[in-house]
């Protein structure tokens, strides 16, 4: 039997700054790591305790006017920013990025942030902070870090390969939970005329489904694409069909589905769906969401496919206001 590699156990990152989504170093670092199945993003939150960020002054090495969130809690404001899952070698990366260790550099702190969204979750992120300085504490705190800051941001060089490296290192496929996971259920009903691929891609993102499965389906398709076993280009099935069955995984990082789905004379098809799958009447389906696991889907050199990889996510709390 093939040695399993166990699922990695990634870390939540809380990001204040530069590598917010579509700001410097997210294009130039985190970006990449998400290309390469290493990190995912989770949603935008807020810290649960006051601390007080400025810029970096001008005149300070190095000069970069980057944000500085120092450590000193009851000051300043609840940060918003977003969070993360990233695995081992890209948080290694992240804390090059910030000096972690180094003079004038970060230090990698856990700390409580409020999710947006949904039912309230308060999850432990890792963040970098600056120690406070009586120089620093005397600037003006920013309530947030947005893109009118970020215009002034200068960054000392070109992207760095040390970085870069990691981000791009090959992704260690999961292939095993350790220990059975918790699930819990969600039902979606698709329309006619819906692309039975486009609509679960889509309910996948919008509810940020970080590892899913299909536990049923019920429905049937107009036109139909599947693309059969071991073969390069799709076949295209025209007439009046119903859902044999639906099997696969999901998440917002990806996706393997197999359909299969009978003719008029109970002839039946499957294969790998595609889009190009209409719902002709309705598409009743019900999804297993796993708790505490991650999908991605990163290259596997081993079959020069992008593969299944299966992480462990770092855990979380629900909380009511007080």
């Not at 093939?2 to 970006?31: C, P």
């Not at 039902?187 to 006619?192: G, Q």
């Not at 990163?298 to 909380?319: Q, V, W």
């Amino acid at each position: 039997m093939a040695d399993r590699q166990s699922a990695e156990v990634w870390t939540a990152l809380f990001v204040y700054g530069t590598l917010k989504r579509g700001l410097t170093n997210y294009d130039r670092y985190l970006a990449v790591a998400e290309a390469n199945g290493k990190a995912a993003f989770v949603g935008e939150g807020t810290l649960t305790v006051r601390l007080p960020m400025v810029l970096r002054p001008k005149d300070m090495p190095p000069t970069t006017q980057a944000p500085i969130l120092m450590d000193k809690e009851g000051t300043g404001h609840h940060i918003p920013g977003e969070v993360f899952e990233v695995d081992r070698s890209t948080l290694e990366a992240m804390d090059i990025l910030e000096r972690v260790g180094l003079p004038n550099g970060y230090v990698r702190r856990a700390m409580d942030v409020r999710l947006k969204g949904g039912e309230e979750r308060i999850v432990s992120c890792m963040t970098y902070l600056f120690p406070p300085t009586p120089e620093l504490l005397a600037l003006e705190p920013l309530p947030a870090y947005c893109a009118e800051q970020h215009a002034v941001y200068r960054p000392s060089g070109p992207p760095q390969e040390a970085i870069l490296s990691l981000c791009k290192q090959p992704a260690v496929h999961g292939l095993a939970t350790p220990l059975p996971a918790p699930m819990e259920a969600l039902c979606v009903r698709l329309l006619p005329g819906e692309d039975l691929l486009g609509a679960l891609r889509a309910f996948a993102a919008e509810r940020r489904l970080a590892a899913a499965f299909v536990l049923g389906c019920a429905g049937s398709t107009a036109r139909t694409t599947l693309r059969p076993a071991g073969l390069p280009q799709p076949k295209v099935f025209e007439g009046r069909f119903e859902i044999v069955s639906l099997s696969g995984t999901l998440s917002c990082s990806g996706h393997h589905l197999h359909m299969s789905i009978s003719d008029s004379e109970c002839n039946v098809f499957g294969g790998h769906v595609l889009e190009g799958c209409e719902v002709r009447t309705t598409a009743e389906i019900v999804l297993g969401v796993l708790g505490g696991v991650r999908f991605t889907r990163p290259l596997d050199k081993r079959t020069g496919y992008d593969e299944l990889s299966i992480a462990l996510r770092p855990n979380c709390k629900r909380r009511r206001e007080e």
